[in-house]
C-alpha cells in the first residue's frame, strides 16, 4: 500500500513541477511584455498631451461650437467600445471589464451597442446574450495608430449615420502594476469648455473648419490609441500577477506533497524495521 501511495506521489509531484514551469515561464513573458508596453504608454502620453493642447488650442479659437460632434445627433442610441483581451489566464481582467459594461448598460439593452475588441469579451457576452455591432481580433501586445483607425472608422460610421447618438469606451485604466481601474470615458460629443484666449489670435489654413476635421481624427485617433495601450498594460500586469500567483501555489503545493511522501516513505521504514525486529526476536 505504501509503495502504491508513494509512485501516485511522485507522479502528483512530476505534474505540479511541469504546471510550476509553465507558469513561471508565463509570468517571465508578461513581466516583459508590461516593461515594453509602459514605455509605448509613457511616449503615447506625450504625443496624445501635445495633440490634445493642438485640438483645445483649435477649438477654442472657433467662434461657435456648433453640428453633430459638440451638440449630438438624433439618436438616443450608445455605443460603447469595450477592451478586453485575445486570450486568457489573466485572472479577473475581462471579468472585470465585461462585468462594468454590463452594469453601464443595465436596463438600456435595446439602446445600446457594442463594439467588441478582443476575443475573450465576446465569449462573455455572447453567454449573456449581448450582440455586438463590430468585433475586431487579434490587437498587437504594441499596438499602433493603423491597428486603431478601423476601429474609430466604424465608431464614427456609426456616428455619423446617427444610429448612435454617443461613443463611450471602456477599459481597465493601467495605474501601476498592482493597481487597475477599469473606467468609462464619453468619446463623442465632445465636452467643451471654453477657456481664455489670454489675448492670442490664430490663422487656420486653408480654414478653421478643414483644420478641425483634420485635427479631430487626429485627435480621437490618439486618445484611442492611449486608451488601448492602457488596457494592454493592466492585461499584462494581471496576467503577471495570476501567473505569479499560480507559480506560488505550484510551490506551497510541492512542500505539502514533499511532506506526505516523506511521511508516507518513514512511515514505511518504521514498519519494515518493526518487522525486521519483531522476527528476529520470533527465531529467539
Do not use: W
Not at 483649435?58 to 449630438?72: K, T, W
Not at 438600456?108 to 478582443?118: A, D, H, N, P, Y
Not at 457576452?125 to 501586445?141: M, W
Request: proline share 2%; glycine share 6%; with cysteine.
Amino acid at each position: 500500500m505504501a509503495g502504491a501511495g508513494l509512485i501516485a506521489i511522485r507522479r502528483r509531484v512530476k505534474s505540479v513541477t511541469n504546471t510550476k514551469k509553465i507558469t513561471k515561464a508565463m509570468g517571465l513573458v508578461a513581466t516583459a511584455k508590461l516593461r515594453k508596453t509602459r514605455e509605448q504608454l509613457m511616449v503615447n502620453n506625450k504625443y496624445y498631451s501635445s495633440v490634445k493642447e493642438s485640438f483645445d488650442t483649435l477649438v477654442n479659437s472657433m467662434e461657435d461650437h456648433f453640428g453633430m460632434y459638440f451638440e449630438g445627433n438624433s439618436s438616443n442610441n450608445k455605443l460603447y467600445i469595450v477592451f478586453t483581451s485575445d486570450s486568457g489566464l489573466c485572472g479577473g481582467y475581462n471579468g472585470s471589464v465585461t462585468s462594468y459594461a454590463i452594469e453601464r448598460m443595465e436596463n438600456t439593452e435595446e439602446k445600446s451597442l457594442i463594439i467588441m475588441v478582443g476575443q475573450k469579451g465576446k465569449g462573455y457576452f455572447n453567454k449573456l446574450g449581448y450582440s455586438t455591432a463590430a468585433e475586431f481580433f487579434e490587437i498587437p501586445d504594441i499596438p499602433k495608430a493603423e491597428d486603431i483607425r478601423p476601429i474609430l472608422d466604424k465608431a464614427l460610421e456609426l456616428y455619423d449615420e446617427e444610429k448612435v447618438g454617443e461613443i463611450n469606451v471602456i477599459y481597465s485604466k493601467f495605474i501601476s502594476p498592482v493597481k487597475q481601474a477599469v473606467v468609462s470615458e464619453k468619446l463623442i460629443p465632445f465636452d467643451f469648455n471654453q477657456k481664455e484666449s489670454e489675448g492670442k489670435t490664430f490663422e487656420f489654413e486653408p480654414n478653421i473648419e478643414e483644420c478641425f476635421t483634420l485635427l479631430k481624427n487626429v485627435y480621437l485617433e490618439a486618445r484611442l490609441l492611449n486608451n488601448i495601450l492602457d488596457a494592454k498594460a493592466s492585461e499584462h500586469s494581471s496576467r503577471m500577477a495570476a501567473m505569479n500567483g499560480a507559480t506560488q501555489n505550484a510551490n506551497d503545493l510541492l512542500d505539502k506533497l514533499n511532506l506526505k511522501f516523506n511521511r508516507i516513505r518513514q512511515s514505511a521504514i518504521t514498519q519494515e524495521i518493526s518487522e525486521i525486529v519483531g522476527g528476529a526476536q520470533a527465531q529467539r
